[in-house]
């Protein structure tokens, strides 16, 4: 099987268009809100490079092996992604109960979502799956749980339409939280569900 997959050189990588795209997402949210905005701007610079890293890493042991490469590098590069979206929200409502709260339901979602990576890769490849209904049912859940949740803590604090901006934000990088497990599975695995289909 790996015999037939191609070799990835270094220059087509993506690992520095990947620093380059978070860099262009985590620099304009570090001002989101706009609190310790140069701790903020250095931490999502720093992230950013320790992201490429991790990619630099990936491509060392997966080089020849594009497609588990690639499907490891979009991993992180929507982990990232979902990150920087989502920091907004969690900057607004720090150190309010709402962020830990958030911040809960977050961690436990994401936990969930890596260690049943398997269903949500056969949810997602076959769509006629009763799994990618628990999926969409799980992320209604957890839509109608946050958006109850940000809508209170809009109500109580009287704040104005940033939480609302944010919470659309966030609710952005739940969608790429969602998909992105589904990138671990092998490709051998992606073609047993396939056949199954």
Request: glycine share 4%; charged share 10%.
């Amino acid at each position: 099987m790996r015999a037939a997959q191609q070799s990835v050189p270094f220059t087509k990588n993506r690992v520095l268009l990947t620093l380059f795209l978070h860099l262009l997402m985590g620099i304009p949210f570090s001002l989101l809100p706009e609190v310790n905005v140069r701790f903020w701007f250095a931490f999502n610079v720093v992230l950013a490079i320790i992201l490429a890293f991790i990619n630099y890493i990936i491509w060392l042991f997966y080089k020849d092996e594009s497609k588990r490469y690639f499907s490891l590098h979009s991993f992180v590069m929507m982990m990232g992604i979902a990150y920087y979206a989502m920091s907004p929200a969690f900057r607004s409502l720090y150190p309010t109960a709402f962020f830990w709260l958030l911040l809960m339901v977050t961690v436990g979602l994401v936990a969930f979502l890596i260690i049943r990576y398997d269903s949500v890769t056969i949810a997602i490849v076959n769509p006629q799956h009763i799994l990618f209904k628990k999926l969409i049912m799980v992320y209604s859940f957890t839509f109608i749980m946050v958006g109850a949740l940000l809508w209170v803590y809009i109500v109580v604090s009287k704040t104005g339409p940033f939480v609302a901006g944010a919470s659309i934000l966030y609710f952005g990088g739940l969608f790429f939280i969602m998909i992105s497990p589904a990138m671990l599975a092998t490709p051998e695995r992606v073609k047993e569900i396939l056949k199954h289909n």
